[in-house]
Nanobody, 118 residues
Framework: VQLQASGGGLVQAGGSLRLSCAASGSIFSINTLAWYRQAPGKQRELVAAITSSGSTNYADSVKGRFTISRDNAKNTGYLQMNSLKPEDTAVYYC?????????????WGQGTLVTVFS
């Protein structure tokens, strides 16, 4: 199973970006799909997560600005980021709990860099 994250880039504060995370390989289903981020010198933190039924949760710092979604038919997750702030600058990683042959394993994407300048 591979997770391919994309959509990062350089954006001015107040702008928007949409990240995508496409899963490929031997996948029966994806349980929880999540986005994490890691800023320079800081620990990786959970940004948002979405379950297979569509329940979501967000870090307090992004509530009201970021929206996580998924397309189960495409095994793809998204993170719509609006009203971006310089403090959102980080490498964003997607994570997915993939079920195959009755076994659930967690996988990480390679990360996509988001840089927000003021």
């Amino acid at each position: 199973v591979q997770l391919q994250a994309s959509g990062g880039g350089l954006v001015q504060a107040g702008g928007s970006l949409r990240l995508s995370c496409a899963a490929s390989g031997s996948i029966f289903s994806i349980n929880t799909l999540a986005w994490y981020r890691q800023a320079p010198g800081k620990q990786r933190e959970l940004v948002a997560a979405i379950t297979s039924s569509g329940s979501t949760n967000y870090a307090d710092s992004v509530k009201g600005r970021f929206t996580i979604s998924r397309d189960n038919a495409k095994n793809t997750g998204y993170l719509q980021m609006n009203s971006l702030k310089p403090e959102d600058t980080a490498v964003y990683y997607c994570n997915a709990d993939v079920k195959n042959r009755g076994i659930v394993r967690g996988y990480w994407g390679q990360g996509t860099l988001v840089t927000v300048f003021s």
